[in-house]
């Protein structure tokens, strides 16, 4: 095989390796090298059909959601907008935020000092759940959470780190 036949089937080698999250080198000095690093899998809620309602058995909307992390915003039975400030505010590290929502239509939770935000869809009658996790690369002492909900839906939601 030639040098420039090797070269372009390890680039090729490589990019489908990669798509596999694992790491890779080529042989000859003349072809790229490229390493991947396996990210962390998200860790939504919901189901896999992306128009599905995750329906947890005991949750509701007038308790705030409990996490697993030390919990620095609450809020429980929210009708329309609020802002929750963080307790001391956000420190570096893995910010979590659990939401249930129950009542026609959608619930917006937004992180103030980013453009961090998940959006979730309502039912009546039942309660939807959600929790969703972010990496905050630096402090912030001021951050607050912003959480709007439509008419007719009434909403609770914990952050924690």
């Known amino acids: 095989m030639t040098t420039i036949t090797r070269a372009t089937t390890t ?5 489908a390796v ?10 000859s000095g003349d072809a790229p090298k490229t ?28 308790k705030a ?8 915003a609450s809020f429980a039975n929210g009708q329309f907008g609020r802002a929750i ?8 590290g893995t910010l979590g935020i659990a939401l249930n929502c129950e009542g026609k239509g959608t619930v917006k939770v937004e992180v103030s000092y980013r453009a961090w935000t998940f959006t979730e869809e309502c039912v009546p009658g039942k309660v939807a759940s959600i929790y969703n996790e972010t990496e905050v690369s630096e402090a912030h002492p001021d951050a607050y959470l912003q959480v709007t909900g ?3 839906v009434r909403w609770s939601v914990s952050a924690g780190q």
């Open 85 to 92: 400030p963080f307790k001391g505010g956000l420190r570096k």
């Open 18 to 27: 990669l798509l596999t999250g694992t790491a890779c080198t080529s042989g």
């Open 35 to 62: 390493s991947a690093k396996k990210s962390a899998p998200a860790k939504p809620v919901h189901t896999a059909d992306d128009d599905a309602v995750q329906v947890v058995a005991g949750e509701t909307v007038t």
């Open 11 to 15: 680039a090729a080698l490589c990019a």
């Open 150 to 152: 439509t008419s007719g």
């Open 65 to 72: 959601p409990k996490i697993e992390r030390k919990t620095i």
